[in-house]
Antibody
Framework: QVQLVESGGGLVKPGGSLRLSCAASGFRFSDFYMNWIRQAPGKGPEWISYISTGGDIMYYADSVRGRFTISRDNARNSLYLQMNSLRAEDTAIYYC?????????WGQGTLVTVSS | QSALTQPASVSGSPGQSITISCTGTSSDIGFYNYVSWYQQHPGKAPKVVIYDVSDRPSGVSHRFSGSKSGNTASLTISGLQAEDEADYYCSSWTASSLWVFGGGTKLTV
């Protein structure tokens, strides 16, 4: 079945870096745009980035542009999010999601906590 | 990009119908038919229940329906059941080539 599994979250100090991964299975990964979406505790989801099938088109939300970088490896069926200059307000569960004109499915998420 | 506007909470009794609104602008909901709705139970990832304004994924109950008028989209759940109690979020594509979500509505059954 279609499955997305995120990993790489954890506790990091303000100003630090973290790299998230998303392993895809059950579908032809290279045929789909992919997204990262985050959800801060008690808040609604916030879309933060998407990447085209070939990895040549990337878009970012204003809140992360210049600090986060999305990438993919179609040979490994994997999506990545490099997060630099992390701030307390980046604390959230980070989900990867397959893109149509909607998001389906979502992974189970990985928690990123930015705190000193 | 500003978030879409949803009521913080709605409630209904089993068997009743409820409607959740989602208000955007002429640059998102008002321009594109790429509105989707997500159901989220506590501790779980969101799950799509409506896409492209009014289409329902296979496996989602026919009790869920969506519509749009101008800059406002709506999700209607008929024949409320206890399992429908969850948070609901709307989302839309925008003219900035970005996605935007609503702040969420807590449904109490």
């Amino acid at each position: 079945q279609v499955q997305l599994v995120e990993s790489g979250g954890g506790l990091v100090k303000p100003g630090g870096s973290l790299r998230l991964s998303c392993a895809a299975s059950g579908f032809r990964f290279s045929d789909f745009y992919m997204n990262w979406i985050r959800q801060a505790p008690g808040k609604g989801p916030e879309w933060i980035s998407y990447i085209s099938t070939g990895g040549d088109i990337m878009y970012y939300a204003d809140s992360v542009r210049g600090r986060f970088t999305i990438s993919r490896d179609n040979a490994r069926n994997s999506l990545y999010l490099q997060m630099n200059s992390l701030r307390a307000e980046d604390t959230a569960i980070y989900y990867c999601a397959r893109a149509y004109n909607w998001f389906d499915p979502w992974g189970q998420g990985t928690l990123v906590t930015v705190s000193s | 990009q500003s978030a879409l506007t949803q009521p913080a909470s709605v409630s209904g009794s089993p068997g009743q119908s409820i409607t959740i609104s989602c208000t955007g602008t002429s640059s998102d909901i008002g321009f594109y038919n790429y509105v989707s709705w997500y159901q989220q139970h506590p501790g779980k990832a969101p799950k799509v229940v409506i896409y492209d304004v009014s289409d329902r994924p296979s496996g989602v109950s026919h009790r869920f329906s969506g519509s749009k008028s101008g800059n406002t989209a709506s999700l209607t759940i008929s024949g409320l059941q206890a399992e429908d109690e969850a948070d609901y979020y709307c989302s839309s594509w925008t003219a900035s080539s970005l996605w935007v979500f609503g702040g969420g509505t807590k449904l109490t059954v």
